[in-house]
């Protein structure tokens, strides 16, 4: 399982960490990729790999792990952040996903 | 881009079936794969399994039984089938471009727009 916050509360300009935890993610190279998605549209990859920026994806996304902990972090959040965040891993053959954290920005 | 279609209304114990059409893109590309996800209303994301250009397939366990994913390189499309459908099956339905599984595991880069599945009587 990989286990996230329900809710996370910024204010804009200010940095949003959302975590993403499970045991999976301490062991070898299993790496989690995180998804932004907006009401009533479909989910965008945001991070991959841990670390790693799609193209077109704003420099203010980055991903960062600790553990058995994955972190997406925004800097200096925007209004149009606002959205759920999935955590993604591969386990034993099987995708996993979080269960979403939705960021308010307000 | 990723377009799924297919009926969007089923009655319980139906068979849903779907289909994913790839443009801009092979599916026949040996360095993706091509996956189908759900999302329950107000819920989260759950892999129903993936499928590579040779049909080698991948499921997540509890929907084995009743999942077949396959496709048709000529059409560039891919497909899922869900049997026996409940109302646990009324989701929205998203075919997905995957990077290769091994070693690193799976993302998804490109996603359809969806496709909502209702289940009812």
């Known amino acids: 399982d990989l286990t996230q916050p329900p809710s996370v509360s910024v204010s804009p300009g200010q940095t949003a960490n959302i975590s993403c935890s499970g045991d999976i993610l301490g062991v070898g190279h299993k790496y989690a990729a995180w998804y932004q998605q907006r009401p009533g549209h479909s989910p965008v990859l945001v991070i991959y790999q841990h670390h790693k920026r799609p193209s077109g994806i704003p420099e203010r996304f980055s991903g960062s792990t600790s553990g058995n902990t994955a972190t997406l972090t925004i800097t200096g959040t925007q209004v149009m952040d606002e959205a759920d965040y999935f955590c993604?891993?591969?386990?034993?053959?099987?995708?996993?996903f979080g269960g979403g954290t939705s960021l308010t920005v307000l | 881009h990723l377009h799924e279609s297919g009926p969007g209304l089923l009655k319980p114990s139906e068979t849903l079936s779907l289909t994913c059409t790839v443009s801009?893109?092979?599916?026949?590309?040996?360095?993706?794969?091509w996956a189908w996800i759900r999302q329950s209303p107000g819920k989260g994301l759950e892999w129903i399994g993936t499928?590579?250009?040779?049909?080698?397939?991948y499921y997540n366990l509890p929907l084995t039984s009743r999942v077949t994913i396959s496709l048709d390189t000529s059409k560039n499309e891919f497909f899922l089938t869900v049997t026996s459908v409940t109302a646990a099956d009324m989701a929205i339905y998203y075919c997905?471009?995957?990077?290769?599984?091994?070693?690193?595991?799976?993302?998804?880069?490109?996603w359809g727009q969806g496709a909502r599945v209702t289940v009812s009587s």
């Open positions: 801009g893109g092979y599916i026949s590309d040996k360095d993706h794969y």
């Open positions: 499928i590579y250009f040779s049909g080698t397939t």
């Open positions: 993604q891993a591969w386990d034993r053959g099987t995708v996993i």
């Open positions: 997905a471009r995957s990077s290769i599984l091994y070693p690193l595991g799976p993302h998804f880069d490109f």
